[in-house]
């Protein structure tokens, strides 16, 4: 059996070409970068090149990109390196739906004595840009609110609330790792100051990330030890993720357009199908403003770890939740702050497709979810029967 993947916001297959563009770096041009001799130093030019194509992406300059160990490690040095540069501001403001790599850093910070402001949201997902403007004061350090939403692919009006944020001279961090590569950005007409990727979400390997820092922001390193990245990142360079990460952007650059278009078909005649062909069933978040890969959708009466279950015995991997919070079995905390009913958010299930994706998987999959869900409902206690 073929699997079927729709857990795309989880993690994504390493693209063909990224694989060939990293294989030299493993046994071959294995040297370190920092050292003296040409078989090492001369690997400095390749990890600039990937500066290049990361930078190229998302419209800033090379020297605004910072690689790092993954998204997770982008978010903590953004907000920890921010509030560290910045000792007599104490206040944060967040949003109740970021990923617990932002979420953990904000509640351990308010353990040591922030203040920690964790926007709400509405029904569809959406932000209420007045209550931000609202919570800026001078004792803000920092604002960080992520560009679109890892459960629902619901994005945030981020460029608008760049600008309100730095009219209010406040440093602004979005967390874009589930937009890098699904929807295109430019950094050079916004004002955005630290923005967080990760190279799994866009078909790069496992194990790397980067952050851009605008030319001017402080920040103090999170990593402290060798003169690697300019200083701002300690550690020997991941040269193949590196290497891997850049020709993943520059694959995006280059095909971003086209594969929206094939991604959001595929998503929307899936979607479609489920929505009609399952009764009690509701789409969580805003229809319109999302990512073009993700759909969000609630199962009423049946768990949808049940139905996680029941998909995976025919091949086909999708989502509860976050996938880096399963196994809790906690209704998603993005759902709970758009105030989806504790039944339906304990149906829900994420589809996240990708490019790799192909109509004959939607078709199989519309095929066997309503057998999927009417089976579950016929088992459930919730249901009349
Ligand atoms: N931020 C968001 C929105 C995510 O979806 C994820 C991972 O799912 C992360 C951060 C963490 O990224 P990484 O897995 O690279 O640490």
């Known amino acids: 059996m073929k699997t079927v993947y729709f857990d795309n ?23 370190n970068p920092s050292s003296m001799h040409t078989f090492g130093g001369q690997i400095s030019r390749d990890i600039r090149r990937a500066r290049e194509q990361v930078a190229d992406l998302l419209g800033c300059d090379p020297a605004e990109i910072i690689f790092t160990g993954c998204g997770t490690e982008s978010d903590n040095s953004a907000i920890k390196g921010t509030l560290a540069a910045q000792p007599n ?20 910070l308010q353990n040591l004595g922030y203040t920690v402001v ?22 803000t350090a920092l604002v960080t ?79 402290l030890g060798g003169h690697q990245e300019a200083g701002r990142r300690a550690g020997t360079e991941n040269v193949p993720c590196i290497v891997g990460l850049g ?8 095909n971003i357009k086209k594969e929206n278009e094939i991604v959001r078909h595929l998503r929307d005649k899936l979607e479609n199908a489920l929505l009609q062909n399952c009764p009690d069933c509701i789409l969580n978040g805003d229809k319109k403003n999302r990512l073009p890969n993700t759909s969000n959708i609630s199962f009423e ?55 790799y994706n192909t109509e004959k998987e939607v078709d199989y999959t519309i095929q066997i979810m309503p057998q999927i869900v009417n089976r579950l409902r016929e088992l459930s206690p919730f249901v009349k029967k």
């Open 9 to 31: 916001n989880a993690t994504t297959k390493v693209a063909d070409e990224v694989l060939e563009e990293m294989k030299p770096f493993f046994c071959d041009l294995y040297g």
């Open 301 to 355: 009466y049946i768990e949808g770890e049940a139905i996680l279950l029941m998909l995976d015995k025919y091949g086909i991997c999708a989502s509860s939740g976050s996938a880096c919070t399963s196994g809790s079995l906690e209704p998603s905390h993005v759902l709970r702050a758009m105030g989806v009913p504790f039944t339906a958010a304990h149906g829900s299930i994420r589809f996240s497709l990708s490019r």
């Open 247 to 254: 020709k993943a952007c520059e694959l995006a650059a280059k």
């Open 89 to 108: 501001k104490r206040k944060v403001i967040t949003s109740r739906v970021e990923h617990p790599a932002v979420l953990s850093v904000c509640r351990e």
């Open 118 to 139: 964790e926007l709400g949201v509405d029904k569809k997902g959406n932000l209420d840009l007045a209550e931000l403007e609202e919570q800026i004061d001078d004792d």
């Open 145 to 223: 609110i992520m560009y679109a939403n890892n459960e629902t692919g619901i994005i945030f009006p981020i460029e608008k609330i760049a600008e309100l944020v730095k009219s209010r001279n406040t440093v602004f961090h979005t967390d874009a790792v589930q937009a890098v590569g699904k929807i295109p950005l430019n950094l050079s007409k916004n004002n955005i100051d630290l923005l967080s990727l990760s190279g799994h979400k866009l078909h790069a390997p496992k194990g790397v990330g980067a952050l851009y820092v605008r030319k001017g922001t402080r920040l103090q390193p999170f990593m």
